[in-house]
């Protein structure tokens, strides 16, 4: 798809229209990145910031632009910033008798933990529904990087000790 | 545990981040007018410039070669380095971190930069110290600035920087904005310590890029 822009200054209102269409969206993939709405915000703030750099010289669909820049900042500002990583917070314990609630929580628990790419790779295959090609093509990785980063990431969801023993008998 | 049950608490996480605001969107008008004030601040300091120091310029004696300050030129300097007072921090890591010294984005008179390629190596690690660090900056060098030093250094902590083939410069305050010089190929930068190191000291290089742009 080739964008079209207009003549006479409206490319400011064509980037506002385009944050405003699917800021949400990014917001959305931002906050499943980061887990946390502040990292999500600045993580946002980042990549509008850098979509917005790079208008003049988009010439696909600009959101797929967007979520490309978003992921591999978020890849490669985590990796870099890892003196400032804190260590995942470990959710609360709540008492419950609704097992279903309790393989929720060690499932999010799970997910804190895996290392950004992995779960980057989780969020694409299986929030956006993207093929393992698009995500190598959008992370700017080989298909089999896609496909061993998702082999991986699924394996220590599979085998996380936070999932307790339920888990570890589907893994048998 | 199944694939659905993935796809489940991941739309689940999505649901939740729909009641966020969204944050203040980079306004295209905004970094438009920092652009025409850049234009502005320029002109102005050309004028105080000219009313300052033409008048010292025509009284200068013209038999000494040396500049009054003994400071390098800024021909002769391949960095200048905005002080303290002269850039803001503009986006933190996270505003839940305890220190903004090294943000994402950072503004420097009306310009706005984001921050690229960047390392940091704590000072001590058990009983490991390391008291150097060193980055190679790739692309072109235009408008680059590089933040380098330490934060959380010790009292006695005296750091020094260096940028490509340039003599090393004092780095004052423990961080310092340097401007990158121009060079076609990639430019390295060096960070070192010495004095007393600190226990949660972290050697720091980070650059940053433009992103101010009109659209046109």
């Known amino acids: ?52 750099s790079a208008w003049p010289r988009i010439t696909t669909s600009p959101e797929a632009y967007a979520r ?49 790419r992995q779960r980057a790779v989780i969020v694409l295959r ?24 998702t082999s991986k990431a699924l394996s220590r969801l599979g085998i996380d000790p936070a999932l307790g023993a339920e888990a570890m008998e589907v893994s048998r | 545990m199944r694939i659905d049950d993935l796809t489940r608490e991941l739309q689940a996480q999505a649901e939740e981040t729909r009641s966020w ?9 905004r970094i438009r007018h920092h652009r025409r004030q850049a234009v502005l601040v320029l002109v102005s300091a050309v ?27 800024a021909a002769s300097s391949p960095t200048t380095v905005p002080q303290w007072h002269e850039w803001t921090a503009l986006r933190c890591p996270s505003r839940t971190r305890h220190t903004c010294a090294v943000p994402w984005i950072l503004q420097v008179h009306a310009g706005r930069y984001s921050s690229g390629t960047g390392a940091r190596q704590p000072v001590v690690e058990g009983t490991v110290t390391s008291r150097d660090l060193k980055v190679r900056l790739h692309g072109p060098p235009r408008g680059r600035l590089v933040l380098v030093g ?6 006695h902590s005296r750091l020094m920087a260096r940028i490509g083939d340039a003599d090393p410069v004092r780095v004052e305050e423990h961080l310092a904005l340097l401007w990158l010089p121009r060079s076609r190929g990639p430019i390295d930068v060096w960070v070192t310590e010495e004095g007393v190191p600190a226990h949660q000291e972290s050697l720091v290089i980070e650059e940053y890029r433009p992103v101010e742009n009109t659209g046109g």
């Open chain 1, 1 to 52: 798809m080739v964008r079209t822009t207009d003549e006479g200054g409206s490319v400011h209102d064509e980037f506002e229209r385009f944050v405003e269409a699917s800021g949400p969206r990014l917001l959305t993939t931002a906050g499943l990145l980061t887990r946390e709405r502040q990292l999500a915000e600045d993580l946002l703030q980042v990549t509008l910031l850098k979509t917005w």
């Open chain 1, 126 to 149: 299986y929030y956006e529904d993207l093929t393992e090609a698009a995500v190598a093509e959008l992370m700017g990785v080989s298909v089999g990087t896609v496909k061993s980063q």
């Open chain 2, 21 to 29: 605001p969204m944050p203040a969107a980079p306004s295209p008008v």
């Open chain 2, 47 to 73: 004028a105080v410039a000219a009313i300052v120091g033409l008048p010292q310029l025509l009284d200068r004696d013209t038999t000494s070669g040396l500049p009054a300050t003994g400071r390098p030129s």
């Open chain 1, 68 to 116: 490309r820049t978003m992921v591999n900042t978020y890849v490669s500002w985590w990796r870099r910033r890892w003196n400032n990583e804190e260590p995942s917070e470990e959710l609360p314990e709540a008492p419950t008798e609704h097992p279903d609630t309790d393989r929720n929580l060690d499932l999010r628990s799970a997910l804190a933990r895996l290392p950004r």
């Open chain 2, 150 to 155: 330490a934060i959380r250094p010790g009292p």
